[in-house]
């Protein structure tokens, strides 16, 4: 059987990140993707000018009849926009697909600075979202968000992990993108141990979505039934080449390339 993915996230009008980004990087892997609009968002590589969120009862309505037909082996969660949305996806995750692995990204913050988390929705992500992942995918600044720590050094992201796994969580992929330097460190915190990727950093604007499709790699691995550190590794690699084959496309933060 085709591995299938459920994808609840938001609409990219400029077709990089969000649910076109999800779509496309799981073909790339050969995943039967299925979606649950959470919403539309007026954007480009400039930037999101303009976010309507979908009626949380239509998202779940979405949610349950792609579980309830083609089903799914793994599930991604990225912007989710407000508290009553992320209420409504834990519960009826718990309700309609325990045992499911499930990758959370907690997109808290556009590529061009837009914020699209807002602070209410942040704690209902702390307190029933983050403990039903097999996997949460932050970036530095998330992480401090989600935990008062900037994990830049190796001391603060041990700091960090407990008190992720003070709030449930079982693993951690600490995304970073966002540090100083030549290097680009990502560390994986699970079951207790840390595993580090390391690459090269990219002198390039064109990184719009790698949030997004860094998760959604990672949930095709798992549906495709392979180990968390072999998915993780997997999708690391397909990231850096996206990003090193862009297409060069917008005035901003450009698409990657997903046929890398």
């Excluded at 992320?86 to 499911?100: D, K, R, S, Y």
């Excluded at 540090?179 to 580090?196: H, I, K, N, Q, Y």
Aim: charged letters at 20%.
């Amino acid at each position: 059987m085709v591995p299938r993915l459920l994808v609840i996230a938001g609409s990219d009008s400029s077709g990089g990140a969000g649910i076109q980004a999800d779509i496309k990087t799981a073909q790339a892997f050969g995943v039967y993707a299925q979606t649950a609009i959470t919403a539309v968002t007026v954007q480009n590589t400039l930037g999101v000018t303009d976010t309507h969120i979908v009626p949380p009862a239509i998202v779940r309505e979405q949610i349950i009849a792609c579980l309830s037909d083609i089903g799914a082996d793994a599930i991604k969660t990225g912007m989710l926009g407000s508290a009553e949305m992320v209420e409504m996806v834990a519960q009826t995750l718990i309700e309609h697909a325990p045992g499911i692995p499930l990758v959370v990204d907690p997109v808290m913050v556009a590529k061009g600075g837009s914020k699209l988390l807002d602070d209410a929705a942040v704690e209902s992500l702390k307190k029933r979202l983050l403990s039903l992942a097999t996997l949460i995918t932050p970036n530095l600044p998330e992480a401090e968000v989600l935990t008062g720590i900037y994990p830049e050094s190796e001391h603060r992201i041990r700091n960090a992990a407990m008190v992720f796994k003070m709030l449930g969580v079982e693993s951690v992929l600490f995304k970073g993108g966002h540090g100083e330097g030549a290097t680009v460190r990502d560390m994986l915190w699970s079951a207790g141990e840390f595993v580090l990727f390391e690459v090269s950093r990219q002198d390039t604007r064109h990184t719009h979505g790698t949030g997004c499709t860094l998760a959604t790699a990672i949930a095709c691995g798992l549906a495709q039934e392979r180990t968390l550190l072999d998915a993780v590794g997997r999708a690391h690699l397909f990231l850096q080449n996206a990003i090193r084959t862009a297409p060069g496309l917008g005035r901003g933060h450009g698409p990657l390339n997903h046929k890398a």
